[in-house]
């Protein structure tokens, strides 16, 4: 099918190729046999190639056989390609549990080898994404630790496939965690846009209790629902393993029915979170760039007599050094985010088209040492 369709398409840009050559040819001639000097044939030129879109619409709108057939050409051949498409995807569907259970029992039986082998012969898309998957196992939490990197880790549960299937999800997600946890490490889970937000609350809530010390969660400050989510948790808080929640603005774009829009309004949930978190003896990770909730944040240390092992800031690489390092100077605790692996630009690329007010910020990053 896909060879009928790229004959066809060769075929319409050839004789769409060879209308045009026919076009410019009588064209030049025309032009030949008016021009008298080289002077002439300048203005000459320049109102064939200025009127060349002119002369388009103009077939356009009279019609004709020749031309729009070129059109109707066009048109089919677009058509044809969307359907090719169509019918591709349909018959590429994939069985995602029954794909799920094939890996899992090649790893058992003939380790990543052999699962890429089963992702390679199943098509569909979900297949893809196992075997790309697979093809870096190199790439995860062991070669981290053996690099020698101290920090923890961070991942985006739909990169796991949270909104195909949510028990696959847990699955893959759960083995992270749980390798993270070999290394007596820990793993942050990322919260994303809102349709995803229950589902990576109750992904965090089943690792929590599995894994008390090694898993955490994001809120993000504009959302109205964070300050009641952050309390509905605390049945999993406990003294020895403290709920370990990263608190930032959100940078998806949310409806204002269920997201403070105003500067002013987004900060001032910002401390009430941080407040909560501090009256609740939680463990608020405080990622921000933004100087007033820092200097709120301190307001709150010091109103509490929070000591300094039970919160951290954090902060984007590069990104208000100084401000940074005067953070550190106050003997506080700083976690700089830094992209790990081969990977780290196309993160970086996603993260500033989740949101293009972060451009402004690394612009700025640049040229002032903020």
Not at 232 to 237: R, S, V
Not at 262 to 271: G, M, R, T, V
Request: aromatic fraction near 10%; charged fraction near 25%.
């Amino acid at each position: 099918m896909k060879r009928l369709f790229s004959i066809l398409a060769i075929t319409g840009l050839m004789a769409f190729g060879t209308a045009n050559a026919t076009t410019f040819a009588t064209t030049t001639t025309a032009t030949t046999v008016v021009s008298a000097t080289q002077d002439e044939a300048q203005p000459e030129a320049a109102a064939e190639e200025a009127s060349f879109h002119q002369e388009l619409k103009k077939r356009f709108i009279e019609g004709g056989p020749g031309f729009m057939g070129i059109v109707l050409l066009c048109l089919i051949l677009g058509l044809a390609i969307a359907i090719e498409r169509i019918i591709f995807l349909n018959l590429s569907t994939t069985n995602t549990k029954k794909l799920t259970q094939s890996v899992e029992d090649a790893l058992s039986s003939g380790g990543v080898d052999a699962a890429k082998e089963v992702c390679r012969n199943t098509k569909g898309p979900v297949a893809s994404i196992f075997y790309q998957g697979l093809d870096r196992t190199d790439e995860g939490i062991e070669a981290a630790e053996k690099a020698g990197v101290d920090g923890n880790y961070s991942l985006k549960p739909t990169f796991f496939g949270l909104l195909i299937d949510k028990d696959v999800a847990y699955k893959l997600i759960r083995e992270v965690v749980a390798k993270a946890a070999s290394f007596n490490n820990f793993v942050r889970i990322d919260m994303e846009d809102s349709p995803c937000t229950d589902l990576e609350i109750e992904l965090f809530r089943k690792l929590k209790e599995e894994f008390p010390a090694n898993v955490g969660l994001v809120f993000q400050s504009y959302l109205k629902r964070t300050h009641q989510d952050i309390k509905n948790l605390k049945d999993l808080n406990s003294e020895d393993n403290p709920l370990n929640f990263r608190l930032c603005k959100g940078i998806y774009v949310e409806p204002s029915s269920i997201a403070y829009k105003k500067y002013e309004e987004i900060n001032a949930h910002f401390l009430d979170d941080i407040e909560l978190m501090f009256q609740e003896n939680m463990y608020p990770a405080i990622a921000t760039h933004d100087k007033p909730i820092i200097d709120g944040a301190y307001e709150l240390i010091e109103k509490y007599k929070v000591s300094k092992e039970k919160y951290e800031f954090q902060m984007l690489y590069g990104v208000t050094p100084a401000l940074r390092k005067s953070i550190l100077e106050n003997g506080h605790r700083m976690r700089v985010y830094v992209p790990f692996g081969k990977q780290w630009f196309g993160y970086c690329t996603r993260r500033v088209k989740e949101n293009p007010q972060m451009a402004n910020v690394i612009l700025k990053a640049l040229f002032f040492k903020g």
